[in-house]
């Protein structure tokens, strides 16, 4: 569910295009568009979606608003 919400938030904040849909697996697609991310925002580049991404991924979020992203995450992590 973490990485649908991840999957989601990339598409629809920060215009990283999922033809795939959001089917829940970080393969290759999701791996590299993490690390643009973390590249574009001075962020350590591992591809790694640890606090400071996940952080920066919410408190940068403008379309749909932190509050949003932050429940949304919120429920996928107590349903896994």
Known sequence: NQVKWLQEILELEY?????????G???????????QYQAHKGLTIDGIVGKDTT?????????????????????????E
């Open 15 to 23: 215009g990283f295009e999922n033809t795939g849909g959001y089917d």
């Open 25 to 35: 697996k970080f393969g290759a697609l999701t791996d590299m568009q993490v690390r």
């Open 55 to 79: 952080f920066d991924l919410i408190w940068e979020a403008k379309e749909y608003g932190r509050d949003y992203w932050y429940k949304k995450l919120e429920i996928y992590m107590a349903f």
